[in-house]
């Protein structure tokens, strides 16, 4: 998601294009393709030292100035984050 986004692509194209496009290409209950049923949440957060290299298909860098972190889900009502400190976390 975030060599998308460095790509160009909006965060609402990005969302849609590993969420509901997919779902609909597999023929999914409509309930997987309605993201007010079941949705992640994400943050945009600049690169660190830790993250890996982002590469192209030619292994070329490519340069991303921010991540894309999925934080928690949201399913049924309920949320479950992904990481305990994830709402600390600037």
Not at 31 to 48: G, H, N, Q, S, Y
Not at 49 to 66: G, K, R
Not at 69 to 84: I, N, Q, R, S
Request: glycine residues 4%; hydrophobic residues 45%; charged residues 20%.
């Amino acid at each position: 998601m975030s060599k998308f986004l460095s790509l160009g692509m909006s965060l609402e194209e990005i969302v849609a294009s590993v969420t509901v496009i997919p779902a609909r290409q597999l023929g999914l209950d409509p309930d997987w393709t309605d993201l007010t049923k079941r949705a992640t949440l994400f943050r945009l957060r600049p690169v660190t030292s830790e993250d890996p290299p982002f590469l192209d298909a030619y292994q070329n860098t490519i340069p991303v100035q921010q991540v894309v972190e999925p934080v928690a889900v949201v399913t049924t009502g309920t949320l479950f984050p992904l990481k305990p400190d994830w709402a600390r976390v600037q």
